[in-house]
């Protein structure tokens, strides 16, 4: 006699799988599979942990490279590995150097973040995002500056920036019977100049702002310019003294005091 049995070889088992970095381990998706186990292959040591369900990976440094292991839980278990890096750190480290009117930023860490005032300032500065130029800033003003790398483990560093103080061109001009001189209340160092520039002959100090050789009556206007790293200008004027009149003396005259010397006393 004969017996006859049919018999059905299991099916070959798929453990492929992907995964994808992240900030401090990484994340997998099964393609094969499912319901099998994960498990670092050799273990790191450094303290990073993964999930043997999922095969999610926490706690790892930024760089580091791990080999994962998938093993299928079917009645013909396979094994399959694959490696994977974590992202690398991010650093948003940057310099602001101040300006007149605002200031200007240089990246040292990782280009290509964004920049932004933090708080928001309400005297009108602009803020470029990308290259970080502060414009239109107040004299003297104080701005946080936050700068945020633009990968996918962001980092944000903030740097506040005080903007240059403008120069003071403060100054005075006291008249003098051929011109006037100049004395400066401000920032010292600057120049002097006519404006507009007269015709009669008279002549300034560019460094000292002393008018010379002017006629009397005459009004000049003066310009004062600091040479700092914000300049500004102040303009003054001034007017020569008037000729003086001459009043022809009234003659004294006294009687001798009696002593025969051709002396005398005049009470003037």
Same mark, same amino acid.
């Given at each position: 006699?004969?017996?006859?049995?049919?018999?059905?070889?299991?099916?070959?088992?798929?453990?492929?799988?992907?995964?994808?970095?992240?900030?401090?381990?990484?994340?997998?998706?099964?393609?094969?599979?499912?319901?099998?186990?994960?498990?670092?292959?050799?273990?790191?040591?450094?303290?990073?942990?993964?999930?043997?369900?999922?095969?999610?990976?926490?706690?790892?440094?930024?760089?580091?490279?791990?080999?994962?292991?998938?093993?299928?839980?079917?009645?013909?278990?396979?094994?399959?590995?694959?490696?994977?890096?974590?992202?690398?750190?991010?650093?948003?480290?940057?310099?602001?150097?101040?300006?007149?009117?605002?200031?200007?930023?240089?990246?040292?860490?990782?280009?290509?973040?964004?920049?932004?005032?933090?708080?928001?300032?309400?005297?009108?500065?602009?803020?470029?995002?990308?290259?970080?130029?502060?414009?239109?800033?107040?004299?003297?003003?104080? @701005?946080?500056?936050? @700068?945020?790398?633009?990968?996918?483990?962001?980092?944000?560093?903030?740097?506040?920036?005080?903007?240059?103080?403008?120069?003071?061109?403060?100054?005075?001009?006291?008249?003098?019977?051929?011109?006037?001189?100049?004395?400066?209340?401000?920032?010292?160092?600057?120049?002097?100049?006519?404006?507009?520039?007269?015709?009669?002959?008279?002549?300034?100090?560019?460094?000292?702002?002393?008018?010379?050789?002017?006629?009397?009556?005459?009004? @000049?206007?003066?310009? @004062?310019?600091?040479?700092?790293?914000?300049?500004?200008?102040?303009?003054?004027?001034?007017?020569?003294?008037?000729?003086?009149?001459?009043?022809?003396?009234?003659?004294?005259?006294?009687?001798?005091?009696?002593?025969?010397?051709?002396?005398?006393?005049?009470?003037?």
């Amino acid at each position: 006699v004969s017996s006859t049995q049919s018999v059905t070889v299991f099916p070959l088992e798929d453990a492929s799988f992907t995964a994808t970095p992240t900030c401090d381990g990484a994340t997998v998706m099964v393609t094969g599979d499912a319901g099998g186990v994960f498990a670092f292959n050799p273990d790191p040591m450094d303290g990073s942990v993964i999930d043997p369900v999922t095969g999610t990976v926490t706690g790892g440094p930024p760089s580091a490279t791990y080999t994962i292991e998938y093993t299928t839980t079917g009645p013909c278990p396979v094994q399959n590995t694959e490696n994977v890096t974590v992202f690398a750190e991010e650093t948003s480290a940057f310099t602001v150097t101040a300006t007149c009117d605002g200031g200007t930023a240089t990246v040292t860490g990782d280009a290509g973040g964004s920049f932004a005032f933090n708080p928001v300032p309400t005297d009108g500065a602009v803020i470029d995002v990308a290259t970080g130029t502060v414009t239109m800033g107040t004299p003297g003003a104080v @701005y946080t500056i936050e @700068y945020t790398t633009g990968g996918p483990c962001p980092d944000v560093s903030t740097v506040n920036l005080a903007v240059l103080n403008q120069d003071n061109s403060s100054f005075t001009l006291s008249p003098t019977c051929d011109g006037a001189t100049a004395t400066i209340t401000g920032q010292a160092g600057g120049t002097f100049a006519f404006n507009p520039v007269p015709t009669d002959g008279a002549m300034i100090n560019t460094t000292t702002g002393t008018i010379t050789n002017a006629p009397f009556d005459a009004t @000049y206007t003066v310009e @004062y310019t600091t040479n700092g790293p914000c300049p500004t200008t102040t303009t003054q004027s001034v007017t020569v003294f008037s000729q003086p009149t001459i009043v022809p003396p009234t003659p004294l005259e006294v009687c001798d005091d009696n002593v025969p010397d051709g002396f005398t006393a005049i009470d003037l």
